[in-house]
Protein backbone atom coordinates (compact mmCIF):
# COMPACT_ATOMS: atom_id res chain seq x y z
CA UNK A 1 0.00 0.00 0.00
CA UNK A 2 1.20 3.41 -0.90
CA UNK A 3 2.09 5.60 1.88
CA UNK A 4 -0.61 7.87 1.72
CA UNK A 5 0.10 10.19 4.55
CA UNK A 6 3.64 11.26 3.01
CA UNK A 7 5.41 14.69 3.53
CA UNK A 8 3.47 15.93 0.16
CA UNK A 9 -0.09 14.86 1.08
CA UNK A 10 0.08 16.11 4.20
CA UNK A 11 1.67 19.55 3.33
CA UNK A 12 -1.56 19.70 0.09
CA UNK A 13 -4.03 19.04 3.11
CA UNK A 14 -3.22 21.09 5.65
CA UNK A 15 -3.42 23.98 2.96
CA UNK A 16 -6.95 23.32 2.80
CA UNK A 17 -7.15 23.98 6.10
CA UNK A 18 -9.37 26.89 6.92
CA UNK A 19 -7.76 27.62 10.17
CA UNK A 20 -3.89 28.69 9.99
CA UNK A 21 -0.65 26.50 11.27
CA UNK A 22 2.49 27.65 11.43
CA UNK A 23 5.80 26.23 12.97
CA UNK A 24 9.01 26.87 13.91
CA UNK A 25 11.88 25.20 15.31
CA UNK A 26 14.26 25.22 18.45
CA UNK A 27 15.53 28.61 17.01
CA UNK A 28 12.37 30.38 16.62
CA UNK A 29 12.87 29.94 12.44
CA UNK A 30 9.49 29.32 10.80
CA UNK A 31 9.93 26.13 8.61
CA UNK A 32 6.31 25.62 8.05
CA UNK A 33 3.54 27.52 7.05
CA UNK A 34 0.46 26.95 5.14
CA UNK A 35 -1.45 28.95 2.56
CA UNK A 36 -4.32 30.28 5.33
CA UNK A 37 -1.55 31.70 7.46
CA UNK A 38 0.33 33.02 4.38
CA UNK A 39 -3.23 34.65 2.94
CA UNK A 40 -4.08 36.27 6.74
CA UNK A 41 -0.81 37.42 7.41
CA UNK A 42 -0.31 38.86 4.34
CA UNK A 43 2.98 37.29 3.95
CA UNK A 44 5.00 35.06 1.29
CA UNK A 45 5.48 31.79 1.80
CA UNK A 46 8.93 31.59 0.15
CA UNK A 47 10.59 34.38 2.01
CA UNK A 48 9.15 33.60 5.29
CA UNK A 49 10.64 29.86 5.67
CA UNK A 50 14.00 30.10 7.47
CA UNK A 51 13.61 33.46 8.95
CA UNK A 52 12.82 34.13 12.72
CA UNK A 53 9.36 34.76 13.38
CA UNK A 54 10.25 38.05 14.77
CA UNK A 55 11.38 39.25 11.18
CA UNK A 56 8.08 38.54 9.85
CA UNK A 57 6.29 39.51 12.88
CA UNK A 58 8.51 42.67 14.23
CA UNK A 59 5.37 43.95 16.52
CA UNK A 60 5.69 41.00 18.80
CA UNK A 61 8.15 40.18 20.80
CA UNK A 62 9.39 36.78 23.06
CA UNK A 63 7.04 37.56 25.86
CA UNK A 64 4.21 37.94 23.55
CA UNK A 65 4.82 35.28 20.74
CA UNK A 66 3.06 32.14 21.77
CA UNK A 67 4.73 30.24 19.53
CA UNK A 68 7.93 31.53 21.08
CA UNK A 69 6.44 31.25 25.16
CA UNK A 70 5.65 27.20 24.14
CA UNK A 71 9.22 26.97 23.05
CA UNK A 72 10.72 28.43 25.75
CA UNK A 73 8.29 27.27 28.65
CA UNK A 74 7.94 23.80 26.94
CA UNK A 75 4.13 23.96 27.92
CA UNK A 76 0.82 24.27 25.68
CA UNK A 77 -1.52 26.98 25.40
CA UNK A 78 -4.95 26.84 24.22
CA UNK A 79 -6.98 29.20 23.30
CA UNK A 80 -5.21 32.45 23.85
CA UNK A 81 -5.78 35.95 22.10
CA UNK A 82 -3.22 37.77 20.14
CA UNK A 83 -2.84 41.00 18.26
CA UNK A 84 -0.07 41.93 16.63
CA UNK A 85 0.78 43.60 13.22
CA UNK A 86 2.76 42.24 10.51
CA UNK A 87 5.72 43.41 8.78
CA UNK A 88 3.53 44.85 6.12
CA UNK A 89 1.59 47.15 9.04
CA UNK A 90 -1.65 44.95 8.86
CA UNK A 91 -2.78 44.90 12.42
CA UNK A 92 -4.38 41.58 12.62
CA UNK A 93 -6.01 39.43 15.96
CA UNK A 94 -5.81 35.79 15.92
CA UNK A 95 -7.09 33.13 18.54
CA UNK A 96 -4.21 30.26 19.11
CA UNK A 97 -3.76 27.17 20.23
CA UNK A 98 0.70 26.43 20.78
CA UNK A 99 1.91 22.95 21.45
CA UNK A 100 5.43 21.94 21.68
CA UNK A 101 6.83 19.46 19.38
CA UNK A 102 9.34 17.16 21.84
CA UNK A 103 12.06 14.53 20.75
CA UNK A 104 13.71 12.35 23.49
CA UNK A 105 11.87 14.58 26.21
CA UNK A 106 13.79 17.64 24.58
CA UNK A 107 11.49 20.53 22.51
CA UNK A 108 12.72 20.69 19.14
CA UNK A 109 9.96 23.07 18.20
CA UNK A 110 6.37 24.47 18.46
CA UNK A 111 3.27 24.37 16.21
CA UNK A 112 0.63 26.84 16.34
CA UNK A 113 -3.33 26.49 15.44
CA UNK A 114 -4.55 29.80 14.80
CA UNK A 115 -8.10 31.59 13.20
CA UNK A 116 -8.32 34.95 12.62
CA UNK A 117 -10.42 36.99 13.72
CA UNK A 118 -9.64 40.61 12.57
CA UNK A 119 -12.84 40.79 10.61
CA UNK A 120 -15.17 40.40 13.52
CA UNK A 121 -13.08 42.74 15.77
CA UNK A 122 -13.26 45.26 13.00
CA UNK A 123 -16.79 44.86 12.81
CA UNK A 124 -17.12 45.23 16.14
CA UNK A 125 -15.48 48.11 16.60
CA UNK A 126 -17.11 49.81 13.31
CA UNK A 127 -20.55 49.26 14.93
CA UNK A 128 -18.69 51.16 18.30
CA UNK A 129 -17.31 54.09 16.38
CA UNK A 130 -20.71 54.52 14.30
CA UNK A 131 -22.89 54.87 17.29
CA UNK A 132 -19.99 57.13 18.39
CA UNK A 133 -20.72 58.94 15.64
CA UNK A 134 -24.50 59.20 15.27
CA UNK A 135 -24.67 59.92 19.66
CA UNK A 136 -21.87 62.10 20.05
CA UNK A 137 -19.36 62.18 17.44
CA UNK A 138 -19.01 64.48 13.80
CA UNK A 139 -18.17 63.34 10.81
CA UNK A 140 -15.33 65.38 8.83
CA UNK A 141 -16.37 67.33 6.03
CA UNK A 142 -13.46 66.24 4.00
CA UNK A 143 -11.39 63.88 2.86
CA UNK A 144 -7.63 64.78 1.94
CA UNK A 145 -5.49 62.12 0.14
CA UNK A 146 -2.40 60.42 1.57
CA UNK A 147 0.43 61.41 1.19
CA UNK A 148 2.76 58.66 2.54
CA UNK A 149 4.33 55.96 0.58
CA UNK A 150 6.24 54.01 3.19
CA UNK A 151 5.00 50.92 5.22
CA UNK A 152 7.15 49.31 7.95
CA UNK A 153 7.62 46.51 5.03
CA UNK A 154 10.11 49.06 3.65
CA UNK A 155 12.20 49.08 7.13
CA UNK A 156 14.75 46.74 6.36
CA UNK A 157 16.42 45.03 9.45
CA UNK A 158 16.89 42.02 11.53
CA UNK A 159 19.00 43.61 14.30
CA UNK A 160 17.58 43.56 17.49
CA UNK A 161 18.08 47.51 17.24
CA UNK A 162 16.23 47.85 14.84
CA UNK A 163 13.60 45.22 15.64
CA UNK A 164 13.03 47.40 18.89
CA UNK A 165 12.47 50.68 16.61
CA UNK A 166 10.05 48.66 15.05
CA UNK A 167 8.12 47.30 17.45
CA UNK A 168 7.77 50.60 19.46
CA UNK A 169 6.62 52.76 16.47
CA UNK A 170 4.22 49.89 15.77
CA UNK A 171 2.17 50.05 19.19
CA UNK A 172 2.50 53.95 18.85
CA UNK A 173 1.01 53.88 15.26
CA UNK A 174 -2.23 52.94 16.82
CA UNK A 175 -2.64 56.09 18.41
CA UNK A 176 -2.45 59.69 18.08
CA UNK A 177 0.26 60.77 20.60
CA UNK A 178 2.80 63.26 19.50
CA UNK A 179 5.76 60.98 18.83
CA UNK A 180 9.69 62.88 18.98
CA UNK A 181 12.13 60.63 16.48
CA UNK A 182 15.65 61.42 16.71
CA UNK A 183 19.07 59.85 14.55
CA UNK A 184 21.33 61.10 12.39
CA UNK A 185 21.18 61.94 9.23
CA UNK A 186 20.29 58.94 6.39
CA UNK A 187 18.76 57.27 9.33
CA UNK A 188 15.48 56.89 7.40
CA UNK A 189 13.97 59.32 9.78
CA UNK A 190 10.74 60.09 7.46
CA UNK A 191 10.60 56.55 6.10
CA UNK A 192 9.72 55.32 10.15
CA UNK A 193 7.45 58.10 10.65
CA UNK A 194 5.23 57.29 7.14
CA UNK A 195 5.28 53.61 8.03
CA UNK A 196 3.76 54.97 11.18
CA UNK A 197 1.02 57.14 9.46
CA UNK A 198 0.24 54.34 6.69
CA UNK A 199 0.04 51.80 10.22
CA UNK A 200 -2.62 53.98 12.05
CA UNK A 201 -6.13 55.24 12.09
CA UNK A 202 -5.25 58.18 10.02
CA UNK A 203 -3.84 56.31 7.11
CA UNK A 204 -6.33 57.25 5.18
CA UNK A 205 -5.80 61.07 5.49
CA UNK A 206 -3.24 63.36 4.59
CA UNK A 207 0.19 62.93 5.25
CA UNK A 208 2.02 66.48 5.07
CA UNK A 209 5.75 66.63 5.52
CA UNK A 210 8.06 69.92 6.33
CA UNK A 211 11.41 70.59 7.14
CA UNK A 212 11.83 73.76 9.38
CA UNK A 213 15.48 74.14 8.15
CA UNK A 214 14.22 74.61 4.56
CA UNK A 215 12.45 77.96 4.89
CA UNK A 216 12.83 81.48 7.08
CA UNK A 217 11.29 81.92 10.26
CA UNK A 218 8.37 84.28 9.00
CA UNK A 219 7.73 82.30 5.50
CA UNK A 220 7.60 79.01 7.69
CA UNK A 221 5.21 80.29 10.24
CA UNK A 222 2.89 81.28 7.20
CA UNK A 223 3.23 77.76 5.92
CA UNK A 224 2.17 76.15 8.97
CA UNK A 225 -0.40 78.41 9.82
CA UNK A 226 -1.38 80.16 6.62
CA UNK A 227 -2.11 83.70 6.09
CA UNK A 228 -4.97 85.97 5.44
CA UNK A 229 -5.41 88.93 3.04
CA UNK A 230 -3.84 91.73 3.64
CA UNK A 231 -1.95 90.10 6.57
CA UNK A 232 1.52 91.79 5.14
CA UNK A 233 2.36 92.91 1.62
CA UNK A 234 1.15 90.00 -1.11
CA UNK A 235 -0.62 88.29 1.68
CA UNK A 236 -3.53 85.75 0.33
CA UNK A 237 -6.17 84.33 2.22
CA UNK A 238 -4.47 80.58 2.55
CA UNK A 239 -4.49 77.47 4.58
CA UNK A 240 -1.60 76.33 6.34
CA UNK A 241 -0.11 73.23 6.56
CA UNK A 242 -2.00 72.40 10.39
CA UNK A 243 -5.33 72.95 7.56
CA UNK A 244 -3.96 70.15 4.56
CA UNK A 245 -2.78 67.74 7.52
CA UNK A 246 -6.11 68.05 9.51
CA UNK A 247 -7.36 64.78 10.55
CA UNK A 248 -3.92 63.45 9.26
CA UNK A 249 -0.17 63.75 10.48
CA UNK A 250 2.35 66.70 10.19
CA UNK A 251 5.60 65.69 9.80
CA UNK A 252 7.63 68.71 11.16
CA UNK A 253 11.57 67.51 10.48
CA UNK A 254 14.25 68.98 11.93
CA UNK A 255 12.34 70.49 14.82
CA UNK A 256 15.53 72.18 16.40
CA UNK A 257 15.60 74.78 13.38
CA UNK A 258 13.03 75.68 14.29
CA UNK A 259 12.91 79.38 15.69
CA UNK A 260 12.41 79.37 19.32
CA UNK A 261 9.74 82.34 18.74
CA UNK A 262 7.77 79.61 16.29
CA UNK A 263 8.08 76.65 18.56
CA UNK A 264 6.08 78.38 21.53
CA UNK A 265 3.00 78.73 18.91
CA UNK A 266 3.81 75.22 18.01
CA UNK A 267 3.27 74.69 21.81
CA UNK A 268 -0.06 75.83 21.98
CA UNK A 269 -1.46 73.81 19.14
CA UNK A 270 -0.41 71.38 21.28
CA UNK A 271 -2.25 72.40 23.70
CA UNK A 272 -4.86 73.70 22.68
CA UNK A 273 -5.73 71.97 19.01
CA UNK A 274 -6.62 75.46 17.87
CA UNK A 275 -4.66 77.86 15.25
CA UNK A 276 -4.66 81.39 14.11
CA UNK A 277 -3.69 82.10 10.75
CA UNK A 278 -1.37 84.99 10.33
CA UNK A 279 -2.76 88.27 10.33
CA UNK A 280 -6.00 87.02 11.67
CA UNK A 281 -8.31 87.29 15.17
CA UNK A 282 -10.51 84.11 14.69
CA UNK A 283 -9.17 80.26 15.45
CA UNK A 284 -9.66 77.59 14.10
CA UNK A 285 -10.07 74.18 15.24
CA UNK A 286 -7.81 71.16 13.65
CA UNK A 287 -7.20 67.52 14.68
CA UNK A 288 -3.46 66.91 13.76
CA UNK A 289 -1.67 64.04 14.81
CA UNK A 290 2.16 65.96 15.23
CA UNK A 291 5.47 63.48 14.80
CA UNK A 292 8.72 65.62 14.89
CA UNK A 293 12.25 64.89 14.42
CA UNK A 294 15.61 65.82 15.20
CA UNK A 295 18.72 64.99 14.02
CA UNK A 296 20.62 65.28 17.33
CA UNK A 297 19.60 64.23 20.69
CA UNK A 298 17.04 65.92 22.03
CA UNK A 299 18.99 67.17 25.47
CA UNK A 300 21.69 68.35 23.63
CA UNK A 301 19.52 70.44 21.19
CA UNK A 302 17.84 72.03 24.91
CA UNK A 303 21.42 72.62 26.48
CA UNK A 304 21.93 74.42 23.61
CA UNK A 305 18.68 76.44 23.40
CA UNK A 306 17.88 75.09 19.88
CA UNK A 307 14.82 73.15 21.82
CA UNK A 308 12.12 74.64 24.26
CA UNK A 309 12.12 72.10 27.19
CA UNK A 310 8.67 72.39 27.64
CA UNK A 311 7.98 71.76 23.55
CA UNK A 312 10.58 68.52 24.46
CA UNK A 313 8.25 67.26 26.86
CA UNK A 314 4.99 67.69 25.04
CA UNK A 315 6.53 66.47 21.87
CA UNK A 316 7.84 63.17 23.55
CA UNK A 317 4.98 61.38 25.14
CA UNK A 318 6.72 58.68 22.68
CA UNK A 319 10.33 59.02 21.60
CA UNK A 320 11.77 56.64 19.15
CA UNK A 321 15.91 56.61 18.34
CA UNK A 322 16.64 55.91 15.21
CA UNK A 323 20.63 53.96 15.66
CA UNK A 324 23.36 54.53 13.13
CA UNK A 325 24.12 52.14 10.49
CA UNK A 326 27.60 50.92 11.92
CA UNK A 327 25.51 50.40 15.20
CA UNK A 328 23.48 47.77 13.38
CA UNK A 329 25.80 46.63 10.93
CA UNK A 330 24.01 43.03 10.92
CA UNK A 331 21.38 44.84 8.91
CA UNK A 332 24.10 45.91 6.08
CA UNK A 333 23.52 42.22 3.88
CA UNK A 334 20.16 42.58 3.77
CA UNK A 335 19.97 46.60 3.17
CA UNK A 336 22.53 45.81 0.42
CA UNK A 337 20.12 42.80 -0.79
CA UNK A 338 17.01 45.14 -1.08
CA UNK A 339 18.70 48.32 -2.43
CA UNK A 340 20.11 45.82 -5.40
CA UNK A 341 16.88 44.38 -6.42
CA UNK A 342 15.35 47.66 -5.96
CA UNK A 343 17.83 49.11 -8.44
CA UNK A 344 17.83 46.09 -10.78
CA UNK A 345 13.98 47.07 -11.29
CA UNK A 346 15.17 50.95 -12.06
CA UNK A 347 18.32 50.49 -14.15
CA UNK A 348 17.22 47.13 -16.14
CA UNK A 349 20.02 45.17 -14.25
CA UNK A 350 20.62 41.46 -13.75
CA UNK A 351 22.87 42.34 -10.27
CA UNK A 352 23.10 38.96 -8.54
CA UNK A 353 25.29 40.94 -5.44
CA UNK A 354 28.54 41.85 -3.86
CA UNK A 355 31.84 39.94 -3.74
CA UNK A 356 33.12 38.60 -0.44
CA UNK A 357 35.92 41.88 -0.53
CA UNK A 358 33.62 44.23 -0.61
CA UNK A 359 30.65 42.57 1.79
CA UNK A 360 33.97 42.79 4.15
CA UNK A 361 34.92 46.18 2.87
CA UNK A 362 30.77 47.24 4.19
CA UNK A 363 31.16 45.27 7.44
CA UNK A 364 34.64 47.43 7.92
CA UNK A 365 33.15 51.02 7.10
CA UNK A 366 31.96 53.23 9.60
CA UNK A 367 28.83 54.78 6.94
CA UNK A 368 29.01 58.15 8.24
CA UNK A 369 25.89 58.67 5.93
CA UNK A 370 23.69 55.93 7.20
CA UNK A 371 21.87 53.85 5.37
CA UNK A 372 21.41 56.68 2.71
CA UNK A 373 25.61 56.80 1.84
CA UNK A 374 24.47 52.61 1.25
CA UNK A 375 22.07 53.45 -0.70
CA UNK A 376 24.29 55.87 -2.42
CA UNK A 377 26.96 53.52 -3.17
CA UNK A 378 24.79 50.67 -4.81
CA UNK A 379 23.23 52.77 -7.30
CA UNK A 380 26.83 54.24 -8.00
CA UNK A 381 27.86 50.80 -8.49
CA UNK A 382 24.93 49.63 -10.41
CA UNK A 383 25.11 52.50 -12.93
CA UNK A 384 28.93 51.26 -14.11
CA UNK A 385 29.10 47.85 -13.64
CA UNK A 386 29.74 45.51 -16.74
CA UNK A 387 28.71 41.93 -14.97
CA UNK A 388 26.54 40.80 -12.59
CA UNK A 389 28.80 41.10 -9.04
CA UNK A 390 29.47 44.09 -7.44
CA UNK A 391 33.43 44.19 -7.04
CA UNK A 392 35.79 46.60 -5.54
CA UNK A 393 36.32 48.22 -9.07
CA UNK A 394 32.59 49.81 -8.77
CA UNK A 395 32.62 51.14 -5.21
CA UNK A 396 34.40 54.35 -4.43
CA UNK A 397 37.40 54.55 -3.04
CA UNK A 398 37.38 56.12 0.30
CA UNK A 399 35.77 52.84 1.77
CA UNK A 400 38.65 50.83 0.38
CA UNK A 401 41.15 53.37 2.04
CA UNK A 402 39.28 53.31 5.17
CA UNK A 403 39.39 50.24 5.43
CA UNK A 404 42.62 49.95 4.54
CA UNK A 405 44.11 52.01 7.46
CA UNK A 406 41.14 50.80 9.93
CA UNK A 407 44.05 48.50 12.05
CA UNK A 408 47.52 49.95 11.99
CA UNK A 409 48.97 46.05 12.67
CA UNK A 410 48.36 45.22 10.09
CA UNK A 411 50.96 45.41 7.28
CA UNK A 412 49.49 46.23 3.88
CA UNK A 413 52.71 46.60 2.57
CA UNK A 414 53.22 43.67 -0.55
CA UNK A 415 49.45 42.54 -0.05
CA UNK A 416 46.56 42.21 -2.01
CA UNK A 417 43.27 44.18 -0.57
CA UNK A 418 42.13 40.64 -0.65
CA UNK A 419 44.35 39.06 1.55
CA UNK A 420 44.64 41.70 3.86
CA UNK A 421 40.84 41.65 4.74
CA UNK A 422 41.11 38.21 5.51
CA UNK A 423 43.52 39.04 8.04
CA UNK A 424 41.79 41.74 9.11
CA UNK A 425 38.71 39.39 9.44
CA UNK A 426 40.80 36.77 11.32
CA UNK A 427 41.79 39.36 13.82
CA UNK A 428 38.32 40.73 14.49
CA UNK A 429 36.65 37.32 14.84
CA UNK A 430 39.80 36.62 17.49
CA UNK A 431 39.17 39.26 19.13
CA UNK A 432 35.39 38.85 19.49
CA UNK A 433 35.75 35.70 20.69
CA UNK A 434 38.15 36.67 23.66
CA UNK A 435 35.86 39.12 24.65
CA UNK A 436 32.80 36.93 24.37
CA UNK A 437 34.32 33.83 26.33
CA UNK A 438 33.86 32.07 23.13
CA UNK A 439 30.26 32.88 23.17
CA UNK A 440 29.14 32.22 19.72
CA UNK A 441 26.10 34.47 19.97
CA UNK A 442 27.84 37.36 22.14
CA UNK A 443 30.85 37.22 19.24
CA UNK A 444 28.23 37.08 16.25
CA UNK A 445 26.37 40.42 18.01
CA UNK A 446 29.73 42.25 18.34
CA UNK A 447 30.61 41.58 15.19
CA UNK A 448 27.07 42.49 13.59
CA UNK A 449 27.05 39.52 11.93
CA UNK A 450 24.47 36.49 11.87
CA UNK A 451 25.30 33.51 14.30
CA UNK A 452 25.67 30.91 11.52
CA UNK A 453 28.14 32.86 9.55
CA UNK A 454 30.35 33.35 12.34
CA UNK A 455 29.87 29.25 12.65
CA UNK A 456 30.98 29.28 9.18
CA UNK A 457 34.21 31.96 9.43
CA UNK A 458 35.62 30.04 12.50
CA UNK A 459 35.01 26.86 10.53
CA UNK A 460 36.82 28.64 7.39
CA UNK A 461 39.55 29.68 9.75
CA UNK A 462 39.76 27.48 12.32
CA UNK A 463 40.07 29.61 14.81
Known amino acids: MK ?3 NKDNIEIILDYVSDGIQVIDEE ?14 DINREDAI ?35 TNYKGKKITTINSTLPIKFNGKVIGAIEISRNITDVKALSEKVVDLQNKIYGGKTKKREISNGAKYTFEDIIGRSKEILKVKSI ?5 RFSSPILVYGDTGTGKELLVQAIHNAGSRKNKSFVAQNCAALPSNLLEGILFGTVKGSFTGAENRPGLFEVADGGTLFLDEINSMPLELQAKLLRVLQDGKIRRVGDIKTINVDVRIIAATNIEPISAIEKG ?11 AVTIYIPDLKDRKEDIPLLTEYFIKKYNK ?18 CYNWPGNVRELEHVIEGAMNMIDGDIITLDYIPKNLIDHCRN ?9 VSLKDALKNLEKKMIKKALEKSG ?26
Open 169 to 173: AMKAA
Open 438 to 463: RNISKAASLLGIPRQTLQYKIKKYRL
Open 406 to 414: FDEDIEYKN
Open 306 to 316: MLRKDLYYRLS
Open 3 to 5: NLL
Open 50 to 84: GKHILDIYPSLKRETSTLLRVLDSGIPMFNVEQTY
Open 28 to 41: GRIIYCNRTVAIFD
Open 346 to 363: VLYRNVKGVSSEVASIFQ
